[in-house]
């Protein structure tokens, strides 16, 4: 049976690997980041969480299912072979493109966002549209996806290149950062483990090193590039 989609609700699915050993990864900081431009650009868009499997929430999988029937284009956000080809990422790409190329979603697209990609990017996906996660490549998917859903491009939405948060034109406040990059140090604890943290050196402020890091010791202006 084949089911064609003459509307979608959701301009575009957000697919990535979120945590890695219980720390967030990479990818998962950009997907944040694109998701947060893509709402500031006006685009619907879906941002799987894969935490909710990781909790077994047997509604997961329904919850995936009908977004990815909703949306009209899947973006995947990779820095490793292995991140994209983990269990939850792969099913979402692969249902995508199965529904595209069998005519389910004839006018669906996957295009791909990748950072200093370790691996072998598989068959699939090697002649997908792709795009650098850089401030530059942010612009020039953000200007794609405009030309394709036919929605005027924004030229104000930039990211900050001091918090890495999105800002527009209009509204620049609200920057929060560290100026000087964190040195990992550890420590003893009370049992004697050793502890492993992040320091900052224009602050003395000592941070969890596990524990995603949000704030500053310096409030500003946002600031691009
Ligand atoms: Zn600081
Ligand atoms: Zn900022």
């Known amino acids: 049976m084949v089911r064609v989609k003459d ?5 575009v699915f957000i697919s990535f690997k979120n945590t890695y050993g ?18 500031a650009h006006g685009f619907d868009v879906f941002m799987s969480n894969s ?16 977004a990815l029937d909703e949306c009209k284009y899947l973006v995947l956000v990779g820095t490793k072979e292995e991140y ?11 249902i995508f493109y199965q529904d595209i190329i069998s005519g389910n ?23 997908k549209e792709t795009f650098a996660a850089t401030q530059d ?9 405009s030309s394709k859903t036919g929605r005027a491009k924004r030229s104000d939405v930039f990211v900050c290149k ?44 000592k941070i969890e090193k596990n524990n995603p890091h949000t704030g500053g010791c310096v409030f500003g202006f946002h600031k691009h590039l």
């Not at 509307?7 to 301009?11: H, K, Q, R, S």
């Not at 490549?137 to 996806?145: I, Y």
């Open 7 to 11: 509307f979608y609700m959701t301009d």
């Open 22 to 39: 219980g720390e967030p990864t990479r990818d998962s900081v950009i997907a944040k980041q694109l998701y947060d431009i893509m709402k």
């Open 51 to 66: 935490t909710l499997s990781e909790c077994g929430n047997s509604n997961f999988k329904e919850e995936i299912d009908r």
């Open 137 to 145: 490549g942010f612009s020039a998917l953000m200007a794609f996806l």
């Open 84 to 94: 994209i080809n983990s269990p939850w990422v792969k099913y979402e790409w692969d």
């Open 162 to 205: 001091n918090c890495g948060k999105i800002f527009t034109a209009a509204n620049m406040r609200g920057c929060k950062y560290h100026p000087k990059k964190p040195l990992p140090i550890t420590e003893r604890g009370f049992g004697g483990e050793i502890r492993e943290f992040l320091l900052f050196p224009c602050c003395n402020k």
């Open 105 to 127: 979603k004839p006018d669906a697209d996957i295009f791909c966002v990748f950072d200093s990609f370790e691996g072998t990017v598989p068959r699939t996906l090697r002649y």
